[in-house]
């Protein structure tokens, strides 16, 4: 479940409505509900106070000015669809560079060990079924390894992992809800 430590700004708006939300629920929701939730796939009419709303779209947005993303009309024969391509594509590359880094050159073998960021965007981009693009440039050899290792970290048991503490509970109590 999670539970409430500090409620001060974070200065990011999403976050800042989240933890509204979460300090305005009555008991403790687990991190699966949260999910559904903030990511609005849920259709529970008495927790539709809790939702964000346009989640995509105020991601979106903020990319775009933040110079990563761009805004473009998009025709689809009968009507036409805003969408956001990459538009920096050196801060992507930046980004995927991080990630084979990590596996590859910088690997600690023990989660406890790895930097909290990097740990959490490994777990994000497997829930979002990218993690094989992130390593799709390696050669082969290299490919295989990240692959291996991402594997075995990501098929640790999180409740072992989350009981370790280091501040990684909530990284791993996502990877719990993404694998169920």
């Known amino acids: 479940q999670v539970l409430l430590k500090s409620d001060a700004p974070t200065g990011d708006v999403l976050l800042d409505e989240t933890l509204r939300h979460i300090k305005a629920t009555e008991s403790a929701e687990t991190v699966q509900t949260w999910i559904e939730l903030l990511t609005g796939e849920t259709w529970n009419p008495f927790k539709l106070q809790y939702q964000l709303r346009n989640v995509r779209e105020r991601l979106a947005k903020a990319l775009v000015e933040k110079g990563i993303l761009t805004t473009e009309k998009q025709n689809f024969l009968l009507f036409d669809m805003t969408t956001h391509p990459v538009s920096n594509a050196s801060e992507k590359q930046r980004l995927l560079k991080k990630l ?49 290792r991402t594997k075995d970290l990501l098929d640790m048991d999180p409740e072992v992992e989350a009981a370790k503490g280091k501040g990684t509970e909530m990284i791993w109590a996502v990877l719990a809800a993404f694998n169920k």
Do not use: C, G, I
């Open 100 to 148: 084979q880094e990590s596996v590859l050159e910088r690997w600690v073998n023990e989660p406890q060990r790895m930097e909290r960021r990097t740990l959490a965007l490994l777990v994000l981009a497997h829930a979002s079924d990218v993690l094989e693009n992130v390593f799709a440039s390696l050669a082969d050899d290299k490919y295989d390894v990240a692959m291996n």
